[in-house]
């Protein structure tokens, strides 16, 4: 079975862009969050879906980071305008449900200018 | 929002060691607790989870749970270079939705 697919896993912007991050769970899984990884302040939750329906939408992240559910098995997260405060690693993760394994991504290295 | 801390920040131990990592929480309410490990450039792997306090031991991981002290802590028996990494501490909040605390950098030297 395939795993969590995130790509790009390096993107370069300048401050101001809009990039857009891909995730594609594991087959199957009803639930997918998105993270932000910075060493300061560690993994903080953007965006959980269960059932392509928004469970949680960020708080603080909400003015510029969209996530989107298009369908089961594919999901975007919109940084729009990028800052360089926003250089970080964004992991994607997805399980079945409830208290289930929760399986990450390899990240996407974001660097922004 | 819950809020999750580790401690110690970061732990060397030789190999064969024992090694005890802590996570504290702020509500008794919460769901199920994770235990991640954490490769440099990949994405975390989940180890061990506890929901009832008590105990649950897997392999050489043992999960120890007490909800009333809001404490959770994971030991690792005879640790190996492998282990070297950052675990994570991940506690549920009642959507099930994972707040993890800042990690523990765990060095085993040979």
């Known amino acids: 079975d395939a795993g969590v697919t995130q790509t790009p896993r390096h993107e370069v912007a300048e401050k101001g862009q809009t990039i857009i991050l891909k995730c594609e769970p594991v087959?199957?899984?009803?639930?997918l969050f998105w993270y932000r990884q910075t060493k300061i302040q560690g993994l903080e939750l953007l965006s959980y879906?269960?059932?392509?329906?928004?469970?949680?939408d960020g708080g603080a992240f909400k003015d510029r980071f969209k996530a989107e559910m298009l369908n089961s098995s594919f999901s975007t997260l919109k940084i729009q305008p990028t800052e360089p405060k926003d250089s970080a690693v964004y992991l994607c993760?997805?399980?079945?449900?409830?208290?289930?394994?929760?399986?990450f991504g390899p990240g996407t290295r974001l660097l922004v200018l | 929002q819950e809020k999750v801390q580790q401690s110690p920040e970061s732990l060397i131990v030789p190999e064969g060691a024992m090694v005890s990592l802590n996570c504290s929480f702020s509500?008794?309410?919460?769901?199920s607790i994770w235990w991640y490990q954490q490769h440099p450039g990949k994405g975390p792997k989940a180890l061990i989870?506890?929901?009832?306090?008590g105990n649950k031991k897997e392999g050489r991981l043992t999960v120890y749970l007490n909800r009333a002290s809001l404490h959770v802590s994971l030991h690792i028996k005879d640790s190996q270079p492998s282990d070297s990494a950052v675990y994570l501490c991940?506690?549920?909040?009642?959507?099930?939705?994972?707040?993890f605390g800042a990690g523990t950098k765990l060095s085993v030297k040979p």
């Open positions: 993760a997805s399980s079945f449900a409830g208290q289930d394994t929760q399986y």
């Open positions: 509500d008794s309410a919460s769901q």
């Open positions: 087959s199957g899984h009803n639930d």
């Open positions: 991940a506690v549920n909040d009642n959507n099930n939705a994972p707040r």
């Open positions: 989870s506890i929901f009832s306090n």
């Open positions: 879906f269960r059932s392509k329906s928004l469970m949680e």
